[in-house]
C-alpha cells in the first residue's frame, strides 16, 4: 500500500498546552482524507505542521516522501495549500493570480501561459479570466484559488476548510472538482471540515479528533458501522467519538476571522 502522508507520534505544544498529543495516522495516494473534530481539537496546527508552517514539538511526519522539517522546502514544493482565510489577490484579475502563482512556483517560462489556461478552463474560469477577483463570486474565488494551489502538480493538497461560506451550489461545484482530481490528477487531498455532509460525500477515509488525539479513523460507512445503530449518520459517529462536543465557535480572534472570511467570499 502506498502512502504519501505518514505521521509517527506528531505532537504540538503551546507552553503547558498540548494541542496535538501523539499522533499517527497514514494517508494514501490518490485519498481524499478529513480531519473532523471540535474547536480546539487539533486540526488547524496539524495542517500548519504538515504544511511547514509550524514545527513539531515531538514526533515526525512525511510528506511525498520528505520529512517536514528537515526538508521542509522539498515538502513546500511537493504541496498545494488553501487555507480557510481568502489568499487570492482581488486587486488583481484571475488570470494575473494564476500567473504570479506560477512565477512563485517557478514553473518554467514556456509552461506557464499553458497551465494557467488549462487551469481557468479545468475550473470554469474562462469568461471570467480577466475580470477583477473582488468581483467574483465566493464559489469562483474558491475554485481560482484551488486552481493557484494546483498550478505546479503537487502531490499533496491541503485545504482548510475548503467550503466555509460558501451557497450550496458554489459548494457542490468545489466538491465535484476535487473529486475529478482522482481522474485528472495523481493527487491526495487533505481537508478539514465542520460539515458532515461535505465529510461524508467527498471523503475516501476521515479521522475523527477530540483534544489532539486520534479518537477513531475509517471510511464514512466503516464510522457508521462501528457505533452500532442500523442507520446512524456521520453526526451521531462525531458525537459518539467526542464525547457530545458542541462547536462553540471559537474565541473572539477564530469568530472574527471567519466572519471576514464569509464576508469577503460573499
Known amino acids: 500500500m502506498e502512502f504519501v502522508l505518514e505521521t509517527e507520534s506528531l ?19 490518490k485519498e481524499i482524507f478529513g480531519l473532523l473534530g471540535p474547536n480546539g481539537a487539533g486540526k488547524t496546527t496539524i495542517m500548519k505542521m504538515l504544511t511547514t508552517l ?18 521542509a522546502a522539498g515538502v513546500r514544493r511537493a504541496i498545494g495549500y488553501v487555507p480557510q482565510m481568502v489568499s487570492a489577490d482581488g486587486t488583481l484579475t484571475g488570470r494575473e493570480n494564476l500567473v504570479l502563482s506560477a512565477k512563485l ?28 477577483v473582488r468581483q467574483y463570486s465566493g464559489g469562483m474565488i474558491r475554485r481560482l484559488e484551488i486552481a493557484q494551489a494546483m498550478l505546479h502538480r503537487p502531490s499533496v493538497l491541503f485545504l482548510d476548510e475548503p467550503t466555509v461560506g460558501l451557497d450550496p451550489v ?4 468545489v466538491w ?14 487533505v481537508l478539514t471540515t ?49 464525547g457530545g462536543e458542541l462547536e462553540t465557535g471559537g474565541d473572539f480572534h477564530e469568530i472574527s476571522k471567519r466572519r471576514r472570511t464569509i464576508r469577503r467570499l460573499g
Do not use: Q, W
Not at 505532537?11 to 495516494?29: I, K, P, Y
Not at 514539538?57 to 516522501?65: E, M, N, P
Open 170 to 173: 458554489a459548494r457542490r461545484a
Open 11 to 29: 505532537t504540538r505544544d503551546f507552553g503547558s498546552l498540548r494541542a496535538v498529543d501523539h499522533l499517527t495516522f497514514a494517508v494514501r495516494r
Open 105 to 132: 512556483y517557478d514553473i518554467p517560462r514556456g509552461e506557464r501561459a499553458g497551465r494557467v489556461e488549462a487551469a481557468l478552463h479545468t475550473m470554469g474560469l474562462v469568461d471570467a479570466a480577466d475580470r477583477l
Open 194 to 242: 465542520h460539515s458532515m455532509e461535505e465529510a461524508d460525500s467527498l471523503c475516501d477515509r476521515l479521522a475523527i479528533l477530540s483534544h489532539g488525539k486520534m479518537a477513531a479513523a475509517g471510511t464514512p460507512l466503516e464510522l457508521k458501522a462501528s457505533i452500532g445503530p442500523e442507520g446512524a449518520t456521520l453526526t451521531d459517529v462525531f458525537s459518539h467519538y467526542t
Open 176 to 189: 465535484e472538482y476535487l473529486m475529478s482530481l482522482k481522474t485528472r490528477h495523481p493527487t491526495t487531498v
Open 54 to 71: 509550524l514545527p513539531p514539538t515531538a514526533g515526525t511526519a512525511s510528506v511525498a516522501g520528505l520529512n517536514i522539517t528537515r526538508d
